[in-house]
């Protein structure tokens, strides 16, 4: 089987770290539970979509974004499903951070994935952006892992499974039929 895996909350804690940058910036104390929505111009840490994009590329910049470890389990998990499947990576993060990003997914890793796919959502420049689900079509996948009810939910209605981890900005979500909702790695392997 041919499964993306999503990076930024599945693979990549970018809201954790993300939050832990605004609060030293600001010297607030927001916590990533604050995050009812994934859209994050929707929650109490930011004003408009133009603050998101600025403040996201300034954390990328920073110290903050160094040495961050993969979400616990993924290492393992990712491993496991190696195993018996082609895995991609299919991002919606900017194909400006192509770098980082490779260099990240190298680390920690490595011979893992068939490729990097980015969506290029939010960015700052005028580059091309794709849909997840046309990204997962045009590469003949057969399930996803997401922390977007979203994007799941739009792969899922291309015929794609969905596998969602479960997060403060998807909890209330209503998700398509073939989606599986899942709290972590451990039960991604037990149930893929
Ligand atoms: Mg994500």
């Known amino acids: 089987m041919r499964i993306a895996v999503d990076l930024d909350e599945v693979l990549f804690p970018f809201i954790d770290n993300l939050v832990k940058y605004v609060n030293h910036v600001r010297g607030s104390s927001h916590t990533p539970k604050e995050l009812s929505s994934y859209y994050l111009w929707e929650t109490p840490l930011f004003d408009s979509k ?8 300034d954390f990328w910049n920073s110290d903050f974004s160094k040495n961050i470890r993969p979400i616990f389990g993924s290492v393992k998990g990712v491993d496991h499903l190696h195993r018996k499947n082609e895995l991609v990576v299919v991002t919606s993060r900017q194909s400006e951070l192509e770098n980082i990003t490779n260099k990240w997914i190298e680390k920690y890793f490595s011979g893992k994935f068939e490729g990097v796919y980015f969506g290029n959502h939010l960015q700052r420049d005028n580059r091309e952006e794709r849909s997840k689900g046309g990204i997962c079509l045009s590469l003949g996948v057969n399930a996803i892992i997401e922390d ?45």
């Open 50 to 57: 133009e603050e998101v994009i600025a403040v996201v590329f």
């Open 148 to 192: 977007n009810a979203n994007y799941v939910n739009e792969c899922a209605r291309l015929g794609i499974k969905g596998y969602l981890i479960s997060n403060p900005w998807n909890v209330n979500k209503k998700l398509e039929r073939n989606v599986r909702r899942v709290d972590s790695w451990r039960e991604i392997v037990n149930v893929i």
